[in-house]
């Protein structure tokens, strides 16, 4: 995507831009840091590693945030960083390669878009959208084959924020994600799936209709 990222459409005449954290430790610190002292947190650990101690999570974060292609992308309105969204090889997530809830679709090493999380008082903007489309072309960028994510299927209810750090069925579904699997897992008591998006022309699809 470049250093600048892929610039979105503007909603209510807001520029919003999808950008790597690459080179951005300070604004993913900005939405997902805890500022608290002593507090612990997550630091968007738990599934990359949840047994880095919570006193070393910032220096991991950063030393992600320094090398090429990064933890994720950050979405900003009118350049002040809004949100995040956690977006890296299934393989780094070690969670999801021990999950016994989340299936695995097949062989290949999917990117997973598995966390977003937008700032407060810029809510409600669709800006998860704006966060899952920029993903979904980091990955594409970086030559991933097909990327997917696990988000609960809330039907047309409300989203409440347990269910709504993982995402939505339906918004996945927006982005030209399609069901592959029912997981064992559950958000906010929602069951999730395994949504999946193929980024190029040679996955298994391509192969079973050039037979």
């Not at 880095?52 to 994720?72: A, F, I, K, Q, S």
């Not at 809004?82 to 999917?110: E, H, K, Q």
């Not at 906010?188 to 996955?203: E, I, N, S, Y």
Request: glycine content about 12%.
């Amino acid at each position: 995507m470049g250093n600048r990222g892929a610039q979105q459409p503007a909603v209510a005449g807001e520029r919003i831009e999808v950008r790597p954290a690459v080179g951005r430790y300070d604004d993913f610190y900005e939405v997902v840091g805890v500022k608290k002292p002593g507090g612990k947190g997550c630091w968007c650990m738990a599934y990359r590693d949840s047994r880095v101690p919570p006193e070393e999570r910032p220096d991991h974060m950063r030393n992600l945030c320094e090398t090429d292609p990064g933890p994720g992308v950050l979405v900003y309105v009118d350049d002040v960083v809004a949100g995040w969204c956690s977006v890296a090889p299934r393989s780094t997530y070690r969670r999801l390669m021990n999950s016994r809830t989340i299936p695995f679709v097949d062989d290949r090493d999917a990117w997973a878009a598995v966390c977003f999380v937008v700032r407060a008082g810029y809510r409600k903007r669709g800006l998860m959208h704006h966060l899952l489309a920029g993903a979904v072309e980091h990955a594409r960028a970086h030559g991933a084959e097909v990327i997917e994510g696990y988000p609960a299927d809330v039907g047309p209810d409300r989203v409440d924020q347990i269910s709504g750090y993982v995402g939505t069925v339906r918004m996945f579904e927006a982005a030209g994600f399609e069901r592959a699997v029912e997981t064992g897992g559950v958000s906010g008591g929602r069951r999730r799936w395994v949504m999946r998006k193929q980024l190029t022309a040679d996955g298994p699809a391509a192969a079973a209709a050039a037979g």
